[in-house]
């Protein structure tokens, strides 16, 4: 499975912009980019997930590098809900399983 | 809507004796999985179930873990003579379409302790 790279953690203010990275130079054509975030003491929760294009919805935004090889999941204002781990994870389409790396802490402070 | 439920919600358990451990999906889900977490090894997969398909069974650790689903619905994850290194958070998770769903939904999870 490709495999992905993302920071330990990071941190920001309440209510400023968020841009998690995802590296992920050994991606394969057939890959989907997937995001999901876990809560203290919760499940996994999905977020987002892309292919090539840039994606939206309520929770957050994908920018996808036009070489696929990098990607970025921005969270438009940053709350102390917004604290978790966030997995960046690729899903070769014909798959089904997830394979979790080790996430970004991210810290929100007021 | 009713989500992911799982039951116990906690287990703690002696050194060699089995353990079962309960996943309720969302409801027409036809997909579930199993997953732990622990702080060695962070999330890995154990098992996955797809309609009347053969389970993906590629992710359990050893001939001690084994899971049925009964019905296409629930499914139980038994443990056979559980060791300290079992200890972990086991998640379920359900989707609604397989190999093509984008979104795995989870449960709060199972924390074993094996003492």
């Known amino acids: 499975d490709a495999k992905t790279t993302q920071p330990n953690s990071m941190e920001s203010n309440e209510e400023e912009p968020v841009h998690l990275p995802c590296n992920h130079s050994?991606?394969?054509?057939?890959?989907?980019i997937h995001w999901y975030r876990q809560l203290p003491s919760q499940g996994p929760e999905y977020v987002i997930h892309g292919l090539t294009s840039n994606v939206n919805n309520r929770m957050a935004s994908l920018a996808i590098a036009e070489d696929r090889k990098s990607s970025t999941l921005i969270l438009h204002r940053a709350t102390l809900r917004d604290a978790a781990v966030y997995y960046c994870i690729l899903k070769p389409g014909t798959a089904s399983k997830l394979t979790f790396g080790t996430g970004t802490r991210l810290q929100v402070t007021l | 809507g009713a989500g992911v439920s799982q039951s116990p919600s906690n287990k703690v358990t002696e050194k060699g004796k089995d353990v079962e451990l309960r996943c309720d999906p969302i409801?027409?889900?036809?997909?579930l999985y199993w997953y732990r977490q622990s702080l060695g090894q962070g999330l890995e997969f154990l098992i996955y179930f797809q309609g009347n398909s053969a389970p993906d069974k590629s992710g359990l650790p050893s001939d001690r873990f084994s899971a049925e689903r009964t019905g296409g619905s629930v499914s139980t994850l038994t443990i056979q003579r559980t060791q300290q290194e079992d200890s972990a958070v086991y998640l379920c998770a359900s989707s609604s379409q397989g190999k093509n769903s984008y979104e795995q939904y989870f449960g709060p999870g199972t924390r074993l302790t094996v003492t």
């Open positions: 409801s027409g889900h036809t997909a």
């Open positions: 050994t991606i394969s054509g057939t890959d989907y």
